[in-house]
């Protein structure tokens, strides 16, 4: 899969669906020759043309006049003599900012190595992917560079990552180490972003990209609601079927910077990594420093195409290996139900109803601990007081398991609140300057997660309750942003390193404790969707989607975040109307039909419902558990955006492409609608479907597609069409 001509000195990374080329330029540089559809044999025509730059004033060092740094596609540029947006930036001991980084030599192996502590996408057999390794080197410095490559054989995705040694006698300081940097050439490109905020994660935005630098990225000490870290480059006449698009993501759960520029030759060069603001990192003589791994995309198909690489390799090579292909469990979650306002009556009466639904896990989410009867406090005391549950949690989850359902408990781990028995006996392990007083978010504080005997301590009182508890799921809550990122520990000149450390410890609280519990799924939340991302994935294989439950607003979250992450990753629950976040009202089967766009889910007290609307669930819950493999791990399809027409429609398809399910949604009623027409994709042409009571062949679903119901009515009217070869 990848190559090295000795002629051309190119390497050129292919699977037959795509190919990645690189060169080694005179005097050692890496250019970036190409990323897109493969290219069988490479002829090694395509070089840049370095007479044509003669007349650019952009410097060059001697001897190379001719190629200067600034007008070249590069593969990870330094700087200095390249003026755009560096990969990466490093203060040598003199105070100077300026590398030289040059090829020194090369390895190809097949599979792929680990990423020492941080999360990576894996393969269980080394004939499913190749990596190349290019080793470049800083003479002065003695730095050592270590770009790897990873080309997947069954999905059109290489991962990318950085490794910095430190071979030389003195301690240099990283400012900015990006994981990926991806040079086009001159071509009018658009630029696709999930931004948001609470309760509106990964609202999709779509504009040209312009002369500039265009940054995206999240301070808040996590991936964010704000700026999810994932991006798509189009051409401009990409369409969700059709057209070049290439998606970049970072598995990494901390902050992050994504830069897109468009420089003076109309080039568009594309950065992503962990965020260089407030980052520094001391690399001391011998010492070694990995960035996060990068997953780069491609599809000649559209962003739908493009979604389906970035799916297929989350299902398969990301998310723990147990959980692939596993049927996720319908379950209830008590929070809207019931927020702190619980006791064991009214947590029993919920779980006996949802186990007559067919429901089959019940959540106990924030509440159980400490004395946590609002949100000011408790956060950090990972034990129970005698009285709020009558007989406690363990006789609790007992009589729960007893009624057939699974288990599942909330925490919130890297959080202490000051009034907490934690905060007392140890007030200085929240992140804070010395002399300051930090910023409270939702009347609590971040512990320092950097600090091993912080998570020590947290793990002991998390393993105190887990070991005797009869529990097959944790919520793993995170609810603030992450400010005064200050570490006790730490000497002044290694602070730039707290945010980066914290993320390190986190990933390594959360990888002991899955280890030690391997049966116990996770999910993992952060006040809504402040944390999906591909980084977390790797240990939770699912995520809170969002705190904002509506059906209406949850058809635009899930939709954006389908642009990357799969179905099968986002929890969906239906709740009570009229919303507790946006005060809508919409009907139970538009709630249902949404939720089962993710990993269907009750959030809502059900003893409160009517017989009509229990027989309701009860069908609903029915229907999922029939069609589960198809609406959890099949082929996503977007069909119609709620963020450019009044109409949302999406598609599920078996990978046999015998089994289909569809939804569409009006959001808005209009007087004297226009007919529409859906279009289905994904189909077999050859195949004749059932749909409702007709018999459709597969082309004309496709070509000549079918008239929407006319009796969709009031805001927010859906149904699910379930379609099956004859
Ligand atoms: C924020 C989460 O997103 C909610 O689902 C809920 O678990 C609350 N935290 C509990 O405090």
């Known amino acids: 899969m990848i190559e090295f001509s000795q002629r051309m000195q190119t390497f050129h990374l292919t699977n037959g669906q795509i190919s990645y080329l690189l060169k080694i330029e005179d005097h050692q540089y890496l250019s970036h020759l190409y990323f897109g559809p493969a290219v069988k044999d490479y002829s090694g025509h395509f070089s840049y043309p370095r007479q044509a730059r003669s007349f650019s004033p952009s410097p060059a060092a001697y001897p190379r006049h001719d190629f200067s740094l600034d007008t070249v596609m590069l593969e990870y540029p330094a700087g200095n003599d390249d003026f755009r947006v560096p990969a990466i930036t490093l203060r040598h001991p003199d105070g100077s900012r300026v590398s030289d980084f040059r090829y020194d030599s090369y390895q190809i192996t097949k599979g792929k190595p680990d990423l020492a502590g941080l999360p990576h996408t894996y393969v269980t057999d080394d004939n499913d992917c190749e990596t190349l390794c290019l080793t470049l080197k800083d003479a002065l410095s003695g730095l050592r560079l270590h770009l790897f490559y990873t080309i997947f054989a069954q999905q059109d995705v290489i991962s990318r990552h950085v490794v910095l040694h430190n071979d030389g006698a003195n301690t240099c300081t990283i400012e900015k180490i990006a994981s990926l940097n991806l040079d086009f050439p001159n071509q009018p490109m658009d630029l696709i972003h999930l931004p948001g905020g609470w309760a509106k994660e990964r609202m999709v935005v779509r504009e040209p990209v312009t002369t500039g630098i265009k940054l995206l990225d999240s301070k808040r000490g996590a991936s964010s609601s704000q700026q999810n870290p994932a991006v798509i480059l189009t051409a401009k006449e990409t ?26 030759y109309d080039q568009t060069r594309a950065t992503i990594g962990i965020n260089s603001f407030g980052f520094d990192w001391q690399l001391a003589p011998g010492a070694s420093f990995t960035a996060p791994e990068a997953l780069l995309a491609y599809s000649d198909q559209g962003l739908n195409g493009l979604s389906r690489q970035f799916h297929q390799v989350i299902n398969q090579h990301l998310i723990p290996q147990r959980y692939q292909k596993m049927d996720r469990p319908i379950l209830v979650n008590n929070w809207e139900g019931t927020y702190f306002d619980f006791n064991d009556e009214k947590i029993l009466a919920i779980a006996k109803e949802a186990q007559a639904l067919g429901i089959e896990m019940f959540v106990l989410d924030d509440g159980w601990f400490g004395h946590r009867d609002s949100d000011n406090s408790s956060l950090g005391d990972w034990f129970e007081y005698p009285g709020k549950l009558k007989n406690g949690l363990v006789a609790l989850a007992q009589e729960i398991k007893a ?20 905060f007392r006996a140890h007030p200085d392990w929240r992140l804070q300057v010395p002399g300051r007083q930090p910023a409270s978010g939702r009347q609590q504080f971040v512990l320092d997660f950097s600090r091993q005997e912080v998570r020590d301590e947290i793990f002991r009182q998390m393993t105190a309750v887990l070991d005797q508890l009869p529990i097959d799921y944790i919520k793993w809550d995170m609810n603030r942003n992450m400010t005064d990122v200050f570490s006790a520990v730490l000497p002044a000149n290694q602070q730039g390193e707290v945010a980066h450390r914290y993320i390190l410890g986190l990933y390594e609280l959360i990888d002991r404790l899955t280890k030690r519990y391997p049966t116990i799924l996770f999910e993992s939340c952060s006040g ?11 240990y939770m294989p699912q995520t809170w989607t969002s705190d904002d439950t509506d059906a209406g607003e949850r058809m635009k979250i899930q939709y954006g975040t389908s642009l990357i992450y799969p179905q099968s990753t986002m929890g969906a629950h239906v709740s009570a109307v009229p919303n507790h976040q946006v005060g809508r009202n919409t009907s139970l089967l ?28 009860k069908e609903q819950v029915a229907f999922y558990k029939e069609h589960r493999q198809l609406l959890q791990y099949g082929d996503f399809y977007r069909l119609v955006s709620p963020f450019d027409d009044n109409l949302v429609a999406w598609q599920f398809i078996s990978r046999d492409q015998k089994e289909s399910i569809v939804f569409f949604a009006q959001q808005y009623a209009q007087p004297n609608p226009p007919l529409r027409v859906l279009k289905l994709q994904g189909l077999n042409p050859d195949l004749t479907y059932q749909i409702n009571d007709q018999e459709i062949a597969g082309d004309e ?3 000549i597609g079918f008239y929407l119901p006319i009796d969709l009515h009031g805001d927010f009217d859906s149904r699910l069409v379930v379609l099956k070869a004859k």
């Open 239 to 264: 369409t969700e079927t059709l057209g070049d698009a290439y998606g970049l993501t970072l598995v990494y759960s901390g902050n992050h910077e994504i830069t897109v520029e468009k420089d003076q």
């Open 403 to 422: 009624l057939g359902l699974q288990f599942g408990l909330w925490f919130e781990p890297e959080m202490i609140s000051e009034d907490s028995e934690l």
């Open 528 to 538: 809504g969707g402040a944390r999906f991302d591909c980084g977390l994935l790797y």
């Open 590 to 617: 538009t709630r249902g039909n949404v939720a089962m766009g993710g990993l269907l889910g009750y959030e809502l007290d059900l003893t409160q419902l009517s017989t009509e609307e229990k027989s309701e669930i």
């Open 701 to 703: 679903l496709m070509q």
